[in-house]
């Protein structure tokens, strides 16, 4: 079965500094890696997909991820943070079970913006 | 606009109450999911299913129960044998098809105990 793991569940930066929120997956076969953003008290918005069509994806707001096969990892990055990305954000891969498929996620990232 | 509306926004439960959520999307998407969200937790997956009057249990079902009689609908029964139900409910969808199509999100619905 696939997994998920996010290094570190609250992550701090200043505005305008770098964001790197970190996810490494497990897989059996090439994985399908989401990153979802969430507000407080509202539901989970995609932020980006990799599909395998390129290693380098880029998403909304700003916010790219980079996949890295030798690392099992698909880092989620910004150059330079804002007020408004402070947020929960969950990394998922795409598994199959039983024929389904399903996300498996990260237990999340909460991520605060200092001014 | 297209999507997925969750209803009510909050909920309360008495003891020994059964509470329905609702979960409506005109996305036309075929599979839809239900999570449970507590804080810490991530998302827990409760009930999918991935064509009308077809459903399956996910990982924590116990002391819930789905019905699918419509594609665009998907209600969530929270039952009186779920003991500890307060949390953030997520209703998903997602278009069939290959592994690379994501899952859309409702706003959730946010389930107290009185």
Known sequence: ?115 | DGGITQSPKYLFRKEGQNVTLSCEQNLNHDAMYWYRQDPGQGLRLIYYSQIVNDFQKGDIAEGYSVSREKKESFPLTVTSAQKNPTAFYLCASRLGGGANQPQHFGDGTRLSIL
């Not at chain 1, 989401?34 to 997909?49: A, D, I, S």
């Not at chain 1, 402070?86 to 913006?113: N, P, W």
């Open chain 1, 1 to 115: 079965a696939q997994s998920v793991t996010q290094l570190g569940s609250h992550v701090s930066v200043s505005e305008g500094a770098l964001v790197l929120l970190r996810c490494n997956y497990s897989s059996s076969v090439p994985p399908y890696l989401f990153w979802y953003v969430q507000y407080p008290n509202q539901g989970l918005q995609l932020l980006l997909k990799y599909t395998s069509a390129a290693t380098l994806v880029k998403g909304i707001n700003g916010f790219e991820a980079e996949f890295k096969k030798s690392e099992t990892s698909f880092h989620l990055t910004k150059p330079s943070a804002h007020m408004s990305d402070a947020a929960e954000y969950f990394c998922a891969v795409s598994d199959r079970v039983q024929g389904a498929q399903k996300l498996v996620f990260g237990q999340g990232t909460r991520l605060t913006i200092n001014p």
